[in-house]
């Protein structure tokens, strides 16, 4: 069993920068491929960038590639994700998300492929 819960969100001015965090419960974190997506109003909720267990292997949605970094610490139980040159049209709730699957058993930019979730934060990019 794996608990998630985001922070780091808030509201901020195209070409700020934010990291937001994801901090996991449970002893299994370390070996969990990690995601992170996202939610804007009135759109379905997509992926933005996931993370292999050892923190060796990511990949990002084509929208963020080059301008967020997501990273992990096992040591402290927490994935992050670095937001830079934030867009109007970055504005969401950002979710983590875990899975047992190894990166590469997975289809990692699906939702369905996450069993644990946290409760989001929001971002709010103005113009």
């Known amino acids: 069993q794996v608990q998630l819960v985001e922070s780091g969100g808030g509201l901020v001015q195209a070409g700020d920068s934010l990291r937001l965090s994801c901090a996991a419960s449970g002893r299994t974190f370390s070996t969990y491929t990690m995601g992170w997506f996202r939610q804007a109003p009135g759109k379905e909720r997509e992926f933005v960038a996931v993370i292999s267990w050892s923190g060796g292997t990511t990949d990002y949605a084509d929208s963020v590639k080059g301008r967020f970094t997501i990273s992990r610490d096992n040591a402290k139980n927490t994935v992050y994700l670095q937001m830079n040159s934030l867009k109007p049209e970055d504005t969401a709730v950002y979710y983590c998300?875990?899975?047992?699957?190894?990166?590469?058993?997975?289809?990692?930019?699906?939702?369905?492929?996450?069993?644990?979730w946290g409760q989001g934060t929001q971002v709010t990019v103005s113009s």
């Open positions: 998300a875990a899975t047992p699957r190894t990166y590469y058993s997975t289809n990692y930019s699906q939702i369905r492929s996450y069993g644990y």
